[in-house]
């Protein structure tokens, strides 16, 4: 069985992952330069920021087998938050090292951004065509319906309430390098009712030699300002949490607008299979959300297919 994954972040991995084990013929298309879509770590000059994905929870045994497996070979390791009880994951040297590492055996196209669905192929932005017998889409909704459109794929009432049944948040995030680490607690700060919503200090994290911190506004500040001038989101942002970062101790910072970033509204079942098709949407989006139920979705779709 030829099988296409649109995405190659913790979904479309995931859902690789068991279905090459099930002896499934899979390809992975992804329009990134590197694997593992929110799960990113930036490297500005030779310092490094996690840049979406913080952290994440591990709660059921599929997941916790992974984790444990990356445990071991020191990929992840746990992260004690003062604000939260339970202990959190994160990627040891960056999180964007979870994902490589479980692309390092899979069959892989990057800088390949699928534009449109034919009758059992993709076509991508390079000019590439590829034949499928199953299709799974891992982007996030919004972007998954511009897709349909451009395919002119027709949606049943069922996979139109679906769809619409699934919504994101935005997240401006900026990544600052600093001259020396914060005194954040535990490197990490949950902030409420103010522009910031999070500060991680990614050098008391253990990601980088050079201290960076990561910043990002909570939701209802990202929606407000999505489209404003990025600098001077960025300023506003740091000035709101001068309290924690000294504007003195910045050295140079980044501004990064993520228009999805955690699915606020999900569909409750871990995937879903379009009406009469042999096309699977599977993501955060799916369950329960997050890297975890990014996990849990790839996984389930692999093992039911
Ligand atoms: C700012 C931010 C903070 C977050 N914080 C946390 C957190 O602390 N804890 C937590 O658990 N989760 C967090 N998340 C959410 C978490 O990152 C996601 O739930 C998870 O990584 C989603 O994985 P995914 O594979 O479903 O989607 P993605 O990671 O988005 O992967 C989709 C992939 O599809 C590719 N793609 C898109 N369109 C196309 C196309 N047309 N053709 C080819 N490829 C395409 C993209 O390049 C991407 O690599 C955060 C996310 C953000 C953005």
């Known amino acids: 069985m030829k099988t296409i994954i649109i995405g190659a972040g913790m979904t479309g991995l995931s859902a690789a992952k068991v279905l090459v084990e099930k002896g499934h013929d899979v390809t992975i298309l992804d329009k990134g330069r590197g694997v593992g879509g929110r799960m990113s770590t930036r490297t500005i000059d030779n310092a490094k920021a996690d840049h979406g994905a913080q952290y994440f929870s591990v709660k059921s045994a599929e997941f916790q087998a992974l984790i444990s497996d990356l445990q071991t070979e020191h990929i992840t390791k746990e992260w004690h938050l003062v ?30 951004k699928v534009i449109s669905i034919g009758n059992n192929e993709v076509k991508t932005e390079s000019g590439q065509s590829y034949l499928f017998d199953n ?18 794929i027709s949606f049943s009432e069922k996979d139109k309430s679906v769809i619409n049944s699934i919504e994101y948040d935005p997240c401006m995030a900026v990544m600052a390098v600093l001259k020396q680490a914060t005194e954040i607690p535990s490197g ?99 369950g329960i959300g997050n890297v975890e139920g990014a996990f849990l979705s790839g996984y389930h779709l692999g093992v039911s297919i």
């Open 135 to 152: 299709l799974i889409i891992t982007i996030p909704i919004p972007q998954v319906i511009d897709l349909f459109e451009a395919s002119q």
């Open 83 to 112: 604000q939260r009880q339970n202990v959190r994951y994160i990627g040891a040297k960056g999180m964007n090292t979870i994902p490589k590492k479980m692309a390092s055996d899979l069959t892989i196209h990057l800088n390949e």
């Open 188 to 286: 990490g700060i949950i902030l409420e009712n103010q522009p910031v919503a999070w500060i991680a200090d990614n050098f008391q994290k253990g990601i980088t030699e050079i201290p960076t911190a990561t910043i990002h506004a909570s939701a209802a500040f990202s929606k407000k300002h999505l489209e404003d001038n990025l600098q001077e989101v960025a300023q506003e942002m740091l000035s709101s949490v001068s309290q924690w970062i000294n504007p003195e101790n910045v050295v140079s910072t980044q501004v990064h607008r993520w228009r999805y970033s955690l699915a606020s509204k999900r569909y409750e079942k871990e995937f879903y299979q379009i009406e009469n098709q042999n096309i699977y949407l599977g993501g955060d989006g799916f």
